[in-house]
C-alpha cells in the first residue's frame, strides 16, 4: 500500500494564479482532510471530508475549495493564490470514528507551495 | 476554539539523555495523539491514547493521559540521534459531529551526539 500519496510535492505559483493539489490514499478510508503548517503556527485544519460527495469547513477554509468525487481522492483548490498561502499542505485521511483505535490520522508527505 | 499549549518549544538535549514534553487543554479531550514529524515529511503517529489516566509505551517512548483529560505527557528515553524531529500533541473531543483534532505547535527536538 502506498498510503496517502499528494501531487505535486512543490510548486511555485504568481499572485492571482489557480492550482490543485492532489490527495489519493489506498486504505478505504472514510475521513479525509487538508491542513496547512506554517512556521511556529502548528497544523491547521483548512476543510474535511465525512464521505465521498461530503465536504465540512475546518479552521482556516477561506481562500480554499475542496471537492470528494471519489472516495479515495481530495482535491484543494486554490481560485486565486495570495502570498499568505504560502506555506506547507498536508493531507491526511482515517477510518470512521466507530471504535477506539479507528480514528488516528495517516499523513501525506506534504506539497510546499510558494506564492510570489 | 480550543486551544492547546505544548511545552517546550524546542530543546536540545545529550544523546543517551531522557526527554519529556507535555500538552496542555483549555478543555477536556478523549482522545490524544502524539506524531513525530521528521523533516521534509509529514507526521507520523507514535502513540494514541483513549483513557484518562492510561500510560502506553511503543519501544523507548512514554505517553499519558492525564486525569483531568486537559493533558498529556510524552517521555523519550535514552534519547539517539534520529529522535531528532518535531513532536506534536493532537487532541479531540469526539462529541457528535466532532471529527477535529487541535494540534499544539510542536516541540522540537535536536539531539547531539
Known amino acids: 500500500n502506498a498510503g496517502v500519496t499528494q501531487t505535486p510535492k512543490f510548486r511555485v505559483l504568481k499572485t492571482g494564479q489557480s492550482m490543485t493539489l492532489l490527495c489519493a490514499q489506498d486504505?478505504?478510508?472514510?475521513?479525509m482532510y487538508w491542513y496547512r503548517q506554517d512556521p511556529g503556527m502548528g497544523l491547521r485544519l483548512i476543510h474535511y471530508?465525512?464521505?465521498?460527495?461530503?465536504?465540512a469547513k475546518g479552521e482556516v477554509p477561506d481562500g480554499y475549495n475542496v471537492s470528494r468525487l471519489k472516495k479515495q481522492n481530495f482535491l484543494l483548490g486554490l481560485e486565486s493564490a495570495a502570498p499568505s498561502q504560502t506555506s506547507v499542505y498536508f493531507c491526511a485521511s482515517s477510518y470512521r470514528q466507530i471504535a477506539a483505535g479507528a480514528d488516528t490520522q495517516y499523513f501525506g508527505p506534504g506539497t510546499r507551495l510558494t506564492v510570489l | 476554539g480550543q486551544q492547546l499549549n505544548q511545552s517546550p518549544q524546542s530543546m536540545f538535549i545529550q544523546e543517551g539523555e531522557d526527554v519529556s514534553m507535555n500538552c496542555t487543554s483549555s478543555?477536556?479531550?478523549?482522545?490524544w495523539l502524539w506524531y513525530k514529524q521528521d523533516p521534509g515529511e509529514g507526521p507520523v503517529l507514535l502513540i494514541a491514547?483513549?483513557?484518562?489516566?492510561e500510560l502506553t509505551s511503543n519501544g523507548r517512548l512514554t505517553a499519558q493521559f492525564g486525569i483531568t483529560r486537559k493533558d498529556s505527557f510524552l517521555n523519550i528515553s535514552a534519547s539517539i540521534p534520529s529522535d531528532v524531529g518535531i513532536y506534536f500533541c493532537a487532541g479531540r473531543y469526539s462529541g457528535a459531529g466532532s471529527y477535529q483534532l487541535t494540534f499544539g505547535k510542536g516541540t522540537k527536538l535536536s539531539v547531539i551526539p
Open positions: 471530508s465525512v464521505g465521498e460527495g461530503t465536504t
Open positions: 486504505m478505504n478510508h472514510e475521513y
Open positions: 478543555s477536556i479531550f478523549n482522545t
Open positions: 491514547l483513549y483513557k484518562a489516566g
